[in-house]
């Protein structure tokens, strides 16, 4: 006797077959945190930032223009990010994507993320690299 199973779609249908990662905006990619502070904090804070991806496109913030500006002191990073619009759905996402990101390293013991409008994001803010990886996934900017 067969069993006839209901078809229930896929979360993932019509991405790349490699894309695992949007569901989660990329924690199943980000690398261990180092446990120790670098030389170059800031630099090694943007290497960790630019691990958290857009949920709804497999790239990271940095490479989307999303990131507008980093500092990192007595522990605190301090995050100032745009969103491609005032209803993206994902914001509370990539909100605790970057706390948690961030807060795996031992120099940072806390995030402030600032959210401006202004200016506004616009597709020119997308990064060489970004733009390189759209084009794999289909997307023209």
């Not at 077959?17 to 199943?28: F, N």
């Not at 800031?42 to 913030?61: F, H, K, M, Y």
């Not at 990539?94 to 940072?108: F, G, H, N, P, S």
Request: proline share 7%; glycine share 8%; charged share 25%.
């Amino acid at each position: 006797m067969n069993v006839i199973l209901p078809l229930v779609p896929r979360l993932d249908a019509g991405l790349p077959a490699g894309v695992t990662s949007h569901k989660s905006g990329g924690r199943d990619v980000w690398t261990g945190p180092l446990g120790y502070a670098p030389k170059d904090v800031l630099a090694a804070t943007w290497a960790a930032l630019d691990e958290v991806l857009d949920p709804e496109i497999p790239i990271s913030l940095v490479e989307l223009g999303l990131v507008y500006g980093l500092q990192v002191e007595g522990g605190v990073a301090r995050v100032t990010i745009t969103f491609t619009a005032t209803a993206c759905p994902c914001m509370e996402f990539i909100r605790e994507d970057i706390t948690d990101r961030l807060e795996m390293e031992a120099w940072i013991d806390a995030v402030e993320i600032e959210e401006v409008w202004s200016p506004p994001w616009t597709n020119e803010r997308i990064t060489e690299a970004g733009r390189a990886k759209l084009k794999t996934y289909g997307v023209s900017a």
